[in-house]
């Protein structure tokens, strides 16, 4: 999502002030050092390792194998052919009582062997399986029979019981595409947006690239890519991400929504309470590997490096580069309200606390009258300054007031009650919609801990929202967290009739703590520039959201097209017609498909899509011709979207081929024009992942709506959307008011208009009518009322409540 923003950003070789900082570090020791963060990362989790290094047999086969072996040497049956006792031979000899003993020693060690050999045998195999792309590049609903068998193979070497990490040891490396295909298909991708003049210089830069530079920079990649777990990731997030020196707030981070319109309960400490121990017990399944590994269409399993670092993360501020700190286990969040901070344990001995209990210990904050002390309450503000900033500032900090910062950077995550409501309201749907939307990215400026992985958002009238920092995982991660939080707390934990938490209070639990800061004059002046600096960002960014309600996903699926293609292309349709003209757009996609794969570019503004937005504008074209011109965009882009899933895009060879330059100090005009590219179009899909969780035909209203982040250039956009059930899509706009080129709502007039200017093509030139309610007719407020009693939970929770 806001990863655009950051790419624009990045320049390894500079400083916030423009200095120089030499990457001295030889390449190929940066390439061994790679590979050796990847081996630390499979030691550290050990167990984990171990149960995913067996998959998909489990630890008690070996007791079965043995117990085979042992019962067919006992019939007088030898199956290892002769290798048991040549075994017992090279076994010291301890005397005749012990005979037996080196027998079953024997067995033991042959009946590993065998063992190892065979699941050795099943992950050879099934990455092998996995390495298969054939179906992804099929037409949508057809599959033919090598796909089948293929599918059919998996299944059977995939085994019965699948955890989280499961397939980890046995997905696929991350392949690097042929310089000469990348450089091929950017020229393409730039080809509609560039002067024939500008074209034919950028072309022969490419020749020259390829001639003198590409092989060399080639080579290391690939030595790169046998030797780490992924040849791009980590250098993705310590260059894009971590040495980034911009503020975290609205260049990084990113939001994500509540249900729309309705809020289970307006009781704001409630709300927090069910919350909070919902994302508990995800972490609890999550510790537990209980979560389904997720798979694409599916079938093919994706990648599940990126959930490890959900919880307990905090992103530490360096002068040069920032780290990520990640705690095996935190039983406690941070809390903000009303410019203080307080620390609230989150378990007892008996475990978990019930969310009644944790309802209690928010709502003590919420009824505490101490005054916030000087300058604590805008201390946040900090971790929204410039990254080198904040890291001289926290080193102070760090000595005068060691306990308190510890408390927030090694709390699960950071819970924030806002003193206003937020969300969807009858007076004003347009503007209170925009509100919700900034004060989920921004805030105030000093009411979120931008380090932490995220923030969970409380709103007094029991909203919820979410801040997420971005470098840790990209948005499918905290999308699927937040999907379980929504479903878990309003369905399985539920809400008495007078809105609070189910369940009795515990009086008996301590007082939250409160957390004391010693703030010496100089850290007060640093905290005054942050804030200042910190509302100038966020005065300046210009959000609009609106749900469109004219159509959704099921009419797109009855014109045979891909939904994702459809806005896609209708999103340049609305851009030109809001700029008059074309730009380079990012779209982001997964490459999760590949061991610790992150995202990927997809171009979507293509030749094609440009010569539909042309002939939309033409009045002498007629609508079949119109159609047809829409139907190859859509084809278009759909093939550039399953070449980047598939390891075949553009941007991320590109930005690796860069890194290795800029190692090797050796300058390329080429890769230099690349990466001073603008993105003045940003755009992002929210994939709804677990649709049983919620439905969607009954009750479309209980679904998130999405989230959004800030554009990823001064004069350009920032466009997210989500399909909401079957007949609504919302759609999260983000610009900068500085700018005098863009303007939210208008581009979001311009998309409600190229929607329907698109979708009258596929019903003889009608405009859909709205299927849903628009949001004039919605309504805020309680509305937990209108779900039958068994979907707003009214069954106990679930024995993992407590742990």
Not at 21 to 41: C, D, H, T
Not at 147 to 176: C, D, E, H, N
Not at 398 to 415: M, N, R, S, Y
Request: hydrophobic share 40%; net charge neutral; glycine share 6%.
């Amino acid at each position: 999502m806001a990863e655009a923003h950051q790419a624009v950003g990045f320049r390894p070789s500079l400083t916030s002030d423009g200095a120089e900082v030499e990457l001295s570090a030889p390449v190929l020791q940066e390439i061994y050092l790679s590979g050796l963060r990847s081996w630390k990362r499979h030691l550290s989790r050990f167990w984990n390792d171990f149960l995913t290094g067996v998959f998909p047999a489990s630890p008690l086969s070996w007791l079965f194998l043995f117990s085979a072996i042992q019962l067919a040497w006992f019939l007088q049956l030898d199956p290892s052919l002769g290798l048991m006792e040549k075994i017992k031979e090279l076994l010291p000899d301890w005397g005749g009582q012990h005979h037996r003993l080196r027998g079953v020693l024997a067995a033991a060690l042959f009946a590993s062997c065998l063992w190892g050999a065979l699941i050795f045998t099943l992950h050879v195999a099934l990455r092998l399986l996995l390495s298969y792309h054939g179906w992804l590049l099929e037409p949508h609903g057809a599959m033919s029979s090598p796909t089948k068998t293929w599918l059919a193979l998996v299944r059977i070497f995939s085994g019965r019981k699948t955890m989280l990490f499961s397939y980890q040891r046995s997905l696929p490396r991350q392949p690097v595409p042929s310089v000469q295909d990348t450089v091929r298909k950017y020229l393409e991708s730039v080809r509609p947006i560039l002067s024939d003049e500008d074209f034919d210089w950028t072309s022969a830069l490419a020749q020259e690239f390829l001639r003198l530079q590409a092989s060399l920079l080639q080579w290391y990649l690939q030595l790169k890519s046998w030797w780490a777990s992924n040849y791009v990731s980590d250098w993705w997030e310590e260059f894009v991400y971590l040495r980034s020196r911009r503020s975290l707030m609205v260049n990084s981070n990113y939001y994500m929504m509540d249900f729309l319109y309705v809020t289970p309960t307006p009781v704001q400490a409630a709300r927090a309470g069910n919350a909070v121990h919902a994302l508990l017990l995800y972490r609890h399944r999550l510790n537990r590997q209980e979560i389904l590994p997720t798979l694409l269409m599916g079938m093919r399993p994706l990648c599940s490096a990126q959930y490890e670092k959900i919880f307990n993360t905090t992103r530490i501020p360096g002068v040069q580069k920032d780290h990520i700190r990640h705690l095996r286990d935190s039983r406690h969040v941070a809390v903000f309200h009303r410019g203080r901070f307080f620390r609230v344990g989150t378990h007892s001995q008996s475990g978990l606390l019930s969310p009644r209990a944790l309802e209690q210990q928010f709502q003590r904050i919420l009824d505490d009258p101490s005054p916030a002390c000087p300058q604590e309450e805008h201390l946040a503000a900090l971790t929204a300054a410039p990254r080198d900033v904040w890291a001289q500032v926290r080193s102070s900090l760090k000595i005068q007031a060691k306990d308190a910062l510890e408390a927030v950077e090694g709390a699960a995550f950071f819970v924030s009650l806002d003193s206003e409501p937020a969300g969807l309201t009858r007076e004003d749907p347009a503007a209170s919609l925009d509100a919700y939307a900034r004060a989920l990215l921004a805030g105030r400026g000093h009411d979120r801990w931008f380090d932490k992985s995220f923030n969970l958002i409380v709103f007094s009238n029991g909203k919820l929202g979410l801040s997420v920092e971005h470098s840790w995982a990209d948005c499918p991660i905290s999308g699927h967290m937040w999907e379980f939080t929504l479903a878990t707390e309003c369905f399985q934990l539920g809400y008495s009739a007078d809105g609070h938490c189910k369940g009795h209070p515990e009086p008996l639990l301590p007082q939250p703590q409160r957390l004391h800061w010693d703030l010496p004059e100089k850290i007060r002046l640093s905290i005054s520039l942050a804030l200042r600096g910190a509302k100038t960002l966020s005065g300046n960014i210009d959000c609009h959201v609106f749900p469109f309600s004219h159509f959704g996903k099921s009419f797109i699926k009855r014109c045979h097209l891909s939904s994702d293609s459809f806005i896609q292309v209708a999103l340049q349709l609305a851009h030109f017609r809001d700029r008059g003209e074309f730009c380079l757009t990012y779209e982001s996609t997964m490459t999760r498909l590949f061991l610790e794969g992150r995202t990927e570019t997809v171009r979507s503004c293509t030749r094609e899509a440009c010569n539909f937005v042309r002939a939309m504008e033409d009045k002498e074209k007629t609508e079949p011709q119109r159609r047809a011109l829409f139907r190859l965009a859509v084809e278009k882009h759909q093939a550039l979207l399953k070449a980047a899933m598939s390891g075949q895009g553009v941007d991320r060879h590109l930005f690796a081929l860069y890194i290795v330059s800029q190692f090797l100090h050796l300058r390329s005009p080429f890769l230099d024009q690349v990466h001073s590219e603008q993105w003045q179009l940003a755009t992002s899909q929210i994939p709804v992942q677990q649709i049983h969780l919620f439905d969607v035909h009954n009750y479309p209203d209980y679904v998130s709506s999405g989230g959004g982040f800030g554009p990823a250039d001064d004069h350009g956009y920032g466009v997210s959307y989500i399909f909401m059930g079957d007949d609504t899509i919302t759609f999260h706009i983000s610009s900068k008011k500085s700018s005098t080129k863009t303007d939210s709502h208008r581009l979001g007039q311009h998309i409600e208009d190229a929607l329907l200017d698109v979708a009258s093509l596929f019903q003889e030139g009608q405009r859909p009518k709205p299927r849903c309610r628009g949001l004039q007719e919605e309504d805020s407020g309680h509305r937990g009322g209108s779900l039958p009693c068994h979907r707003r939970g009214s069954g106990a929770p679930t024995k993992s409540t407590n742990f």
